[in-house]
């Protein structure tokens, strides 16, 4: 479960990661990124094939205002036509009749005479129909484009056009796109992800066709209709090019707000004239497939969770800046290579992984450095009553030699001296043997005897060895029917490990109390248990008693003393004879420690 638990947080980062860049709020972000590279990164200028014809403030002055608008548009295209522009593109409302029956003549007479002319045509308010210029107007056009503006409804911001509009079952291709297809006398081939348009390859995918504009750094070049009037030698200018003609003046609205524009609103026929450079050099911006961002917000989350799992220290915090680095850098990068790839999924799910790895990382550590302190003080005390234990045979033997060497005595004194002494250093040596013992058998170096024992017989020894301490405290030890038959092993193991679960029962046991030893034969094991009614075992410290050096808390707190030593020998013991060791214990109640062995008959 545990093992789990990491790999599960950090898949929810990433889930919660790509939620952010979903969110209104990651997009936002995602806009103000991409506004921000628009503006940090300037590809290599190129020659715009585009110009614009102004109708700014100074024009409206000079020639009569809006009013008289047709009549000075009519003027400036017939100053262009002589340099044969390749296509003019006109952005002007020309739906209905003017105030102005001269400018209308004088404008449609201009239009009779300008070859590859793209109008305009407006999308309805209620987005149901098309208002087409006037059928006068209209008869001498080579295209008609759509002119439909699409800022983002969160800032107003003009980053995209569509290529296609649809009302009322008809459909328009942007007035940019038009003007690009009369510019290269080729048609418009539809593809599901593209436009084709010659040799030109569009990508604007369906549904919506919308196609990232380029603004161009540097601006369009610009004329307006007064300067062309003033000056009649800048219509050279406008030789060869596809002119975009409009109005630009602040007054007369249709303005809007771009990347670059740094909340300054630019005239439309500005943007139309961006998105016809985007087409013309095709210099497209497409949005990373959606995979992508998956994969890459999925090895931002991976890395993370690596890193903190496999590296510690400064290691980990600079490799984990670095995915940092990488997840901020990334997508500009990836906008470098003309490719918006969305800044908050991958910038939330690097940070999210990263806070998160790191936290559990932090509480790991601490747990792991919890617990080797408490194994490290458990191995001290321990170890302080295993030099205790054997300091008390060491006394007797060396307090009894010296008084054989210093004084006279009896022979019988002598004699019981020496007995003393032979048999504290073989309880010493006894006592040195078993700690050896548990290394071994921990290690797996001991080799087991392979002898024929009977668990009934080896039982009643070892009640017997216990019988002292149980009477001691009034615990009465009751031996139950124990299966007949052999067992095969090391008997003196066997005999030291019943005989530890024999003296804990004792041990950790009220006076007045009984210790009950019971068996049975199922199949071909032999089960043996101890039971008593003694302070018990917390369930979660089960398993851990049979660690090394491990004691409970209410064990420590009778004040038996002990070193947490034997079940581990016990468990090794009964494990290397094939067999296992369970315990089932309540705290206050009792606990019964019960010993399968496989039997051979
Ligand atoms: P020691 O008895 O020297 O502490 P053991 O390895 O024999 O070490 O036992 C480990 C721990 O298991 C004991 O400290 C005690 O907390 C618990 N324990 C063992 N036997 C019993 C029992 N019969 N009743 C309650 N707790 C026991």
């Known amino acids: 479960m545990r093992k789990l638990a990491y790999p599960g947080l950090l898949a929810a980062t990433f889930l919660l990661g790509l939620t952010a860049g979903w969110l209104p709020f990651g997009q936002q972000i995602d806009s103000d990124a991409y506004d921000f590279f628009f503006r940090l990164y300037r590809p290599a200028p190129w020659t715009p094939e585009s110009i614009i014809l102004a109708a700014d403030e100074a024009s409206f002055q000079a020639f009569g205002g809006l009013f008289k608008l047709r009549n000075a548009m009519a003027v400036g295209l017939n100053r262009i036509r002589a340099v044969h522009p390749r296509a003019l593109a006109l952005d002007i409302i020309l739906m209905e009749k003017s105030d102005d029956p001269a400018g209308d003549a004088a404008l449609e007479d201009a239009f009779q005479r300008t070859s590859n002319l793209v109008l305009p045509s407006f999308l309805s308010e209620d987005g149901a129909r098309w208002d087409d210029p006037l059928p006068r107007f209209r008869q001498w056009a080579t295209a008609i ?201 991958g910038a939330a799910c690097a940070w999210l992984a990263i806070v998160t790895a790191a936290a559990w990382r932090h509480i790991v550590v601490r747990r792991k450095l919890g617990q080797s302190e408490t194994a ?26 010296e008084l054989i060497s210093r004084y006279a005595m009896t022979d019988e004194k002598r004699k019981q001296m020496a007995d003393m002494i032979n048999a504290e250093s073989k309880r010493l040596a006894q006592m040195i043997e078993t700690f050896l013992n548990v290394e071994r058998l921990s290690a797996g170096q001991m080799q087991l005897k392979r002898e024929s024992f009977s668990p009934l017989e080896i039982v009643a020894r070892c009640i017997d060895r216990v019988r002292p301490v149980a009477d001691r405290k009034s615990i009465a030890i009751q031996m139950e029917a124990l299966p007949q038959g052999a067992l095969i092993g090391d008997r003196e193991l066997m005999e030291y490990a019943f005989y530890n679960l024999l003296t804990n029962a004792v041990k950790y046991s009220p006076p007045k109390t009984t210790v009950t030893v019971s068996g049975e034969r199922q199949k071909d094991r032999v089960r043996v248990s101890v039971a008593d009614q003694g302070i018990g075992i917390d369930a979660k410290d089960t398993r851990r008693i049979f660690e090394k050096f491990y004691r409970t808390k209410t064990a420590e707190q009778s004040g038996e003393k002990g070193t947490g030593i034997g079940l581990s020998i016990v468990e090794q013991i009964v494990i290397q004879h094939g067999g296992s060791i369970s315990v089932d214990s309540e705290v206050g109640k009792g606990s019964r420690f019960t010993v399968s062995l496989p039997s051979l008959q």
Request: with cysteine; charged share 20%; glycine share 6%.
């Open 376 to 401: 490290r003080s458990q191995y001290r005390e321990a170890m302080q009553f295993v030099t205790h234990e054997m300091k008390t045979p060491l006394t007797a033997i060396q307090g009894s030699s």
């Open 145 to 345: 484009g759509e002119v439909h503006a699409t800022p983002d409804k969160r800032d107003a911001i003009n980053r995209d056009i569509p290529l296609q509009e649809v009302a009322a079952r008809e459909r328009r291709w942007a007035l940019a796109l038009e003007a690009f297809r009369v510019s290269r006398r080729a048609p418009i081939t539809e593809f599901p992800d593209s436009l084709h348009v010659g040799s030109t390859v569009v990508p604007s995918p369906l549904p919506g066709r919308m196609m990232r504009v380029r603004y161009s750094v540097t601006g369009i070049p610009r004329v307006s209709l007064k300067q062309l009037a003033d000056k009649p030698s800048l219509a050279e200018r406008f030789r060869g090019k596809v002119v975009f003609a409009g109005v630009t003046a602040q007054a007369m609205g249709d303005r809007w707000m771009t990347p670059l524009s740094n909340s300054v609103n630019v005239p439309g026929i500005e943007i139309h004239a961006n998105a016809y450079e985007t087409i013309a050099h095709q210099l497209f911006l497409t949005d990373a497939p959606k995979l992508w961002v998956v994969l890459v917000c999925l090895a931002f989350v991976a890395s993370a969770g690596l890193t903190f799992a496999l590296l510690d220290g400064w290691p980990a915090n600079v490799a984990a800046a670095g995915i940092l680095v990488v997840a901020h850098v990334l997508p500009y990068v990836f906008f470098k290579h003309n490719i918006v790839f969305p800044y908050t999924p």
